[in-house]
């Protein structure tokens, strides 16, 4: 958007590489054990499963993001299409579930970290705060950077991750695929529902829309391109890990008998050895250093654009005149990122940060029906999601279905999360904004359409 002065040098390979990057990480060398304790080998279908659920938003956000080329993403779309305070939920919400990723990510990695370098539990945390602030700093440097680095990352993993699978179809085992299904077709929905988070990074590139060259081409592309490659990409490796990996290791190798953490280093131990395990783990770490850096610099466009709207304060909105980042807002994002790692058992909070995505994500599909119905004559998208407004109806209804298997926890705790964002717009946003959003648009419409049918009625 013209007077923000954000440096959009984004081009179309790394924007790929940075929505990518938001989701290799724990969905490939964490959660597969996870899924296989719920369902068996069908944890294959699961992870398909989710991509379908994903797809409906991943299509709306693309057609949003061409209509509205700035920064804040989720937030900025449900701002516009449902109003201020639902924007205000979903702002603080997705920021809230992306800086949550990012520190399961940078703690996570310390179960990978473990396996080749001897260092105790608070070792890891420690190097674990040193990546958040190196994350930061490059953040903080520059979005070219960033994104740069970002694209160097993640063409090494995919290539790491190429290599497991293609060297594993000629060592595995066949007979750990049978039974397939262990657990019913509900075990692949709830496993669907917990690797659901996995492709929650696809569409957060729309939050940096407004840093992307050509947005109206490339956004779409990034989006679609990127979950079509993580999903066979997932399905590959997650069936790799399967016929690689002794199922008990599986699903009772982790720390007290739980699913193990380290699925993806199970399976290379099975390929290469020691060797495997350390290439493995260096590749993990690496890579979950990455989704972190995709994570900050996408959340902490969040309070940036919220800011612009005055539903927080003006602060966040600063630009830094040397590198053209949003810097306050990104500093915010590394203190609770550090703040986190330092003090929070992440893991399960993590699990309360995927069932506000999974809500989040149905919201979308209905913004972008808003949009439509609204017809507003701002709203002119370059890409047009196809399917309206069937896939968008599929995508809400079906993401609430895999929220109900998330358990109780979780929807409580994305309840607090709604409450809490609420409260801070009823407070601070809520005499500042008198927007609507596009439902205010056909709200308005029908109340005068039926002041026209009761004026057409009424006596003579």
Request: charged fraction near 10%; charge should be neutral; avoid cysteine.
């Amino acid at each position: 958007m013209a007077g923000h002065d954000l440096d959009r040098s984004l081009g179309l390979y790394p924007t790929m590489m940075i929505s990518m990057g938001a989701m290799i990480g724990s969905g490939i060398f964490v959660l597969p054990a996870l899924g296989y304790k719920k369902a068996g080998p069908a944890v294959i279908l699961a992870y398909v499963l989710a991509a379908l659920v994903v797809l409906p938003a991943a299509l709306s956000k693309a057609e949003m993001a061409t209509a509205m080329p700035e920064s804040g993403g989720t937030y900025l779309y449900i701002d516009r299409a449902l109003g201020p305070l639902f924007g205000t939920i979903a702002g603080i919400g997705a920021w809230f579930s992306l800086v949550f990723k990012s520190s399961f990510a940078l703690v996570g990695l310390g179960a990978y970290l473990l396996l080749f370098a001897p260092l105790s539990q608070g070792a890891v945390v420690y190097v674990a705060l040193a990546l958040a602030v190196l994350v930061v700093a490059l953040n903080v440097s520059g979005t070219k950077m960033s994104g740069g680095i970002q694209a160097v990352i993640v063409t090494l993993v995919v290539a790491g991750l190429l290599a497991y699978v293609v060297n594993a179809g000629f060592v595995l085992d066949t007979g750990r695929y049978t039974p397939f299904t262990t657990h019913g077709g509900g075990g692949i929905v709830t496993a669907a529902a917990f690797v659901f988070v996995s492709y929650a990074g696809v569409t957060k590139i729309a939050s940096v829309a407004e840093e992307v060259k050509d947005p109206g081409t490339n956004l779409p592309r990034a989006m679609l391109g990127s979950m079509g490659i993580m999903t066979v990409l997932y399905v590959g490796v997650v069936g790799a890990i399967i016929g690689l990996s002794d199922p008990e290791v599986l699903t009772t190798g982790g720390p007290d008998g739980t699913a193990s953490l380290t699925p993806m280093a199970d399976g290379a131990g099975a390929l290469l050895g020691g060797a495997g395990v350390a290439a493995i783990s260096v590749i993990a770490v690496v890579a979950l250093t990455s989704m972190a850096n995709a994570g900050v610099l996408s959340s902490s466009r969040f309070p940036l654009a919220m800011s612009r709207d005055d539903l927080l304060p003006p602060a966040l909105r600063t630009i830094d005149e040397r590198f053209k980042t949003p810097r306050n807002s990104v500093l915010l994002t590394g203190i609770v990122l550090l703040l986190l790692i330092a003090f929070v058992p992440v893991i399960e909070l993590a699990k309360l940060a995927s069932a506000f995505q999974i809500l989040v994500f149905s919201i979308i599909n209905v913004s972008l029906i808003a949009f439509r119905e609204a017809d507003l004559p701002s709203y002119q998208p370059e890409f047009r999601a196809p399917g309206y407004p069937f896939v968008q109806a599929f995508g809400f209804l079906a993401g609430l279905g895999l929220l109900t298997q998330m358990g109780t926890v979780p929807i409580l705790g994305a309840i607090g999360i709604i409450g809490g964002s609420a409260l801070v717009y009823l407070v601070y946003g809520r005499t500042r904004t008198d927007r609507t959003g596009a439902i205010g648009t056909i709200l308005h419409d029908r109340r005068g359409e039926e002041d026209d049918g009761i004026a057409s009625t009424g006596p003579e």
